[in-house]
């Protein structure tokens, strides 16, 4: 069976990214016949392979194609016409239709659904996705300004696409049970599969025993969605009530905090206790989870959120907002808490009071959270999932 794996550009860091290398290193481990060919598509205004209106230059160039390597990876990367154009990154130019027709099925891992519309309706498609795009900006681009209403207006336009999408796709698979329930009521049938994919349990675990003196929150920092206010306001609390003596918070991920954050934090009075590391290998990311006090996520929204599963595989109890991805994974006061969407300092502290309140009771969720990651997120799972999907849509 010849296979492709369709997603947005792999260089663009975020949840995507590690959910299509997490798909792929599921399926190396136990049905590595079946290795697909990776290709990606763009993302930014800027795609150096797409042609964009403000620079008459690259209007010749249409779809282009680059041949790539990332993180090790070989990659076909195409782009489009008028990049600047997001209703344009989902028209399939024809270099890409004629690749995509030339496979058996396309598998689909993208953020919101209309990525699937790139597929040829001639070639069996299955879609794993996050999120949809009016859910996933919900609390972004309020401002009366130009660009925002731009946006919105974008956002609009891509709503009707993923609706379309979700029908256009062969098999359908989503992260949670609320996204679940949106698929079946656009589709009009109860085909939807609910996937927790896995996490690598070998290079996240607990490695030591050592003192906890951070909160850990791992995310792109300069997202909005990720709330980090709440969490900067939630531990200049945490050290004020003194809970844990000498702590700290350490933001890490693709990108730090923006500069109205990097304000807060100083008007907060707690900038000296706040460390921010960028560019973090997987190996390093292990290690900040298991040295870690609790690792938080306060985001208004997550579709999934799969540095929960890292943090629980690395022993990590986790501090998040209720949201539909956290309740997927934190099964609350047992591996972790989960706050509701207008929780307060307070309830951040009763939480991490919770979890400080003695080394036994910290050793109890350490241990909980490993043993509910080795029970609920293998690996293995992910990829006999997908393959018995493709095998369905191709008859094989």
Known sequence: MKVALLTPDLRVAGGVAVLARQVLRSLDLVAPTLAPDIITVATSSRDEASSQLRHPGTWNRG???QQLSVDGLTV???GCSWTELETSRYRTSSRLHARLSSFDVVQVVAGTPAWAL???GS???ALLFASTAHRERANRWRQANV???????????????????????GHVDVLNDEMAAHVRAVRGDSHVHVLVPGVDLETFKPRTHQT????????????????LPLLLRCFAAALDAGLVPGL?????????????????GRELGIAHSVDVETGVSRERLAQLYDGAVATCLLSKEEGLGLVLL????????????DTSGARMTIRNGENGFLLSSQATTEDFLKALRCLTSSDEHAASFRHRARHHAEREFGEGGLAEHLSDSWKALTGT
């Open 63 to 65: 779809g282009g194609v």
């Open 248 to 264: 700290r918070l350490h933001l890490a991920g693709p990108a730090g905090p923006s500069r109205s954050d990097l304000q807060l």
């Open 76 to 78: 076909s990367h195409y």
């Open 118 to 120: 790139l597929v040829p």
């Open 310 to 321: 890292e943090a629980l595989a690395s022993g990590c109890p986790v501090i998040a907002t």
């Open 147 to 169: 660009t925002d209403m731009w946006r919105r207006g974008m956002t609009r336009r891509v709503r009707t696409l993923d609706s379309k999408a979700l029908r256009h796709a």
């Open 212 to 227: 906890r003196r951070y909160i850990l929150a791992v995310a792109r920092h300069d997202d909005a969605r990720k709330n």
């Open 123 to 125: 070639t069996p498609s």
